[in-house]
């Protein structure tokens, strides 16, 4: 049973390269997604996308991802499609009309986001998050209380979100009609059961610090840890892959 | 190993004492069990035992607690935990990282073990737990056993000379728990440490520890080793503590004129003492 | 009358949890589920209420099958106790916290305000205290609460006693012995054994998602291959009238070797030491 980004064990390529790599690579490919809005190549992005996805064996999970941020990216497609009139007239609206503009931008939206979510979720798929935040303190000198923080922070989402779906799940037998209704009812009804949550969150987190603490978290530094993260071959040629790819977005933009 | 001298203890936010006059001697390498009712102060004392009171909660605090030698007020508790490890009530929120490995290294390396000592101590601590084929799980997937094994092991690859845990069984069922006693015991006898365990299932207690302990309204009512303590039987359960069931048949016999041998902890000692009285 | 007819369910698609399992508990019975953890019990507790569907087979509360009800309509005739009170508990007072089950079925009123108030003074509460103030026990017995207020004809209840001394253990379970006395259907996961013998009249042995065995408690208890196989242990007076015909045959009829509670074995061993 594997919760929302959280580490799913492997030994693929994508799971032995240096945590900052893939972090870094996740980052500028996203970032060349959004740098052009030349459907065919993020097009191209999409499929090299699925196939890191295949080539560590997520496909499910990215398959889960790519509907939820498809939901979203209509939402934002349809808005573009109705207010953003250009090119040939396709269908006439009171305030304007739909074009072939219209619809060419409304699709790349939905391939950007598309493109651009996946490497960002893979990599906390295949990296795990102590792994992630000791590279960070070796690597980049980050100081380890911030990248503890954050790493404790992404750790406990799934616990909470286990105690969000108890709450639910204990609340609805109770009567609370959370198994009925639209959204916004259940939104509505949600709000109350913040504050158990909230209480076993503090109560939670407290207790954390605590056994962080008695396990000798003060006295860490970035020579405490064990695992080195050298740069290898492959992590090279991953970093001159990404910058790649962003100078070809952004020269595909710019010609 | 740990010392107890004349301890009171008051939460700031609380208007009486949790544990009042507290002197308590626990040597080296024994095995000590506390329990009592709930409200009874028993975790606390475990927090004065690992430091976690006073340097954690703030309080009134009266007396004195020594820990290998160390007053637990003027040490740091980080210098307190290189002698005491604990582990906590609540599992998930002891868990710190993802992976059962790097959640063991993580102590290790806080504390500045060698690295080319570290794989050994990884190794041998999670042997010890008997979960060495879990190394590379993700702890999310596994069983609260399972997990309570981790928190265990990740407290023994530092090697504590005082292992501190609360209600460790809390959450298992009666075969993980039984064996996460066995495991401990085991490890505590083959490197001397120093065991303190609070606990409900008293049946456990009974066959596991060297020392009993009885906490009621925050004082100590008995120390003492089990056969002794499950001797005052009906006592012990106007205190809320319940007897093993074949120790409360024996007392209830002996009581009748039926048994007059000395006090059963387990259904093994029992069931040899029936026989004697009934064949 | 709950029934589970050849019931298969899993988690996430692909974990299987229940391989199979058919029982029917009706009215009136007080029944144990005991295993160990990852057995099964909590998922099959969980279809009862329709918190779970099954992915095969069916469970039909009173001839329905939960396929066709929502968990929420399913909550008035089925009261369901989680084992950690918390994820139930969110209101600010105590009094709230029992009206909140009524308000969640729309039946506040007079009625709901007089259940409240006896439910109140028979469990000794504080109408005005802040449930998250008050200790675990008391949690748990003001969860129960929750749902002994609104009288439901089932109850179900995951692990009861996990985490509570003895004197809250023996409250917790009096009260779920006189709900049973006055009609209501118990269905319970419990680990502890003592409590499972002193109080179940039935028990239904879970082991891998299958039903290992079921029957009068103390039948089941005293089957040490269906609890072996199930890695459970008997409670200690029945483990202890179970060895001593084993390590004396003279006393394979003797009545110590069916005694199954502690005065049954204080009275037969009074018997045969008379003798």
């Known amino acids: ?13 994508l799971h032995r390269l240096n945590p900052m790599a893939k972090i870094a690579f996740a980052v500028l490919f996203a970032i060349a997604c959004f740098c052009t809005s030349n459907l065919i190549f993020l097009a191209a992005m999409l499929v090299l996308g699925i196939a890191l996805a295949a080539s560590c064996k997520m496909m499910r999970p990215a398959l889960g991802l790519m509907k939820a941020v498809l939901a979203f990216s209509v939402i934002l497609a349809v808005l573009l499609l109705l207010t953003n009139p250009s090119g040939d007239v396709l269908v006439e609206l009171p305030w304007g ?38 590279a960070a303190v070796k690597v980049l000198h980050v100081p380890y209380k911030y990248a503890f923080t954050f790493a404790s922070t992404v750790h406990f989402i799934p616990v909470f979100m286990n105690d969000m779906a108890a709450i639910m799940e204990a609340q609805t037998a109770r009567g609370v009609e959370f198994d009925q209704g639209g959204i916004v009812k259940k939104v509505r ?27 000798g978290f003060d006295l860490r530094t970035r020579e405490s840890g064990y695992k080195a993260y050298p740069l290898t071959v492959a992590d090279v040629a991953v970093l001159v892959l990404a910058v790649a790819l962003l100078a070809a977005a952004i020269l595909l933009q710019v010609l | 190993m740990i010392h107890i001298q004349d301890f009171t203890f008051r939460y700031r936010e609380s208007e009486r004492p949790v544990v009042e006059g507290v002197t308590l001697d626990i040597p080296a390498g024994v095995f000590a069990g506390i329990t009592g009712a709930a409200g009874s102060g028993k975790s606390t004392l475990t927090y004065a035992m690992n430091g976690i009171i006073p340097h954690c909660y703030p309080g009134d605090f009266y007396g004195t607690v020594t820990v290998d030698g160390v007053d637990t007020c003027t040490a740091t508790l980080t210098d307190l935990s290189r002698a005491v490890g604990s582990v906590c009530q609540d599992i998930d929120s002891q868990i710190v990282t993802s ?15 060698p690295h080319d000592r570290i794989e050994a101590r990884v190794t041998e601590a999670l042997e010890a737990m008997g979960i060495a084929d879990l190394r590379e799980r993700a702890i999310a997937s596994l069983s609260g056993g399972q997990k309570q094994k981790v928190a265990i092991a990740s407290v023994l690859a530092l090697h504590p000379k005082v292992l501190v845990l609360d209600e460790p ?14 495991l401990l015991a085991a490890y505590a006898r083959d490197n001397g440490t120093t065991v303190v365990v609070v606990e409900q299932k008293i049946a456990l207690l009974s066959e596991f520890a060297d020392v009993l302990i009885i906490v009621d309204g925050g004082r100590i009512r008995f120390a003492a080793p089990p056969r002794e303590v499950l001797a005052h039987s009906e006592e012990l359960l106007e205190l809320g503590v319940n007897c093993p069931r074949s120790t409360t048949l024996m007392n209830r016999l002996a009581n009748a004129g039926l048994y007059t041998g000395p006090v059963c902890c387990d259904v093994r000692e029992a069931s040899e003492a029936l026989l004697e009285v009934v064949a | 009358m709950i029934e589970f007819r050849d019931v298969h369910a899993s988690y996430d698609e692909d974990i299987k949890v229940l391989d199979g399992v058919s029982f029917q508990i009706p009215d009136g019975e007080f029944v144990a589920f005991v295993g160990t953890n990852g057995a099964g019990k909590s998922t099959t507790m969980r279809l009862m209420n329709g918190l779970l569907k099954p992915d095969a087979g069916q469970v039909l509360l009173d001839g329905v099958p939960t396929t066709e009800l929502k968990t929420s309509q399913i909550a008035r005739r089925v009261g369901f106790l989680f084992q950690n009170p918390d994820s139930q508990i969110c209101c600010s007072t105590v009094r709230e916290e029992l009206l909140f089950g009524f308000k969640a079925l729309g039946e506040e009123g007079p009625d709901a305000e007089a259940a409240v108030d006896g439910v109140i003074r028979e ?17 748990q017995l003001l969860a129960l609460a929750s749902i002994v207020v609104l009288a439901p004809p089932v109850v179900i209840l995951d692990e009861p006693t996990t985490g509570l001394d003895f004197r809250e253990c023996m ?20 680990h502890d054994m003592e409590v499972v013998a002193d109080f179940a009249r039935r028990v239904i042995v879970m082991s891998a998602g299958a039903v290992v065995d079921d029957g009068p408690t103390f039948d089941v208890l005293r089957n040490p291959h269906a609890l072996g196989r199930a890695s459970l242990i008997p409670p200690q007076v029945v483990d202890i009238s179970l060895a001593l015909p084993l390590m004396d045959e003279r006393l394979v009829e003797s009545p110590v070797a069916l005694a199954n509670t502690l005065d049954e074995m204080q009275a037969a061993v009074s018997e045969e030491a008379g003798r």
């Open chain 1, 1 to 13: 049973m594997n919760g929302f980004l959280e580490y799913v064990p492997g030994d693929s390529l």
């Open chain 3, 123 to 139: 469990f000794g509460f504080d109408a005005d205290a802040d449930p998250f103030l008050l200790n675990r026990g008391t949690r």
């Open chain 1, 189 to 215: 009804l949600m709000v109350p059961l913040c504050v158990p949550l909230l209480v076993s969150s503090v109560r939670k987190t407290n207790s954390a610090a605590i056994a962080a603490e008695v396990r």
């Open chain 3, 171 to 190: 409250k917790v379970m009096g009260i779920i012995r006189r709900l049973n006395e006055v009609g209501a259907t118990i269905v319970m996961v419990c």
């Open chain 2, 99 to 113: 992976i059962v490995e790097d959640e063991v290294l993580y102590g290790l390396e806080n504390f500045g073990v």
């Open chain 2, 169 to 182: 069984t809390a959450e298992l069922d009666p075969a993980s728990s039984r064996q996460v006693f066995e």
């Open chain 1, 97 to 134: 009309y739909v074009g072939t503009g219209s619809v060419l931008a409304a699709l790349t939206t939905i391939l950007r986001l598309e493109a651009a979510a996946i490497p960002l979720f893979l990599a906390f798929y295949v990296t795990k998050l102590t792994d992630l935040s000791n």
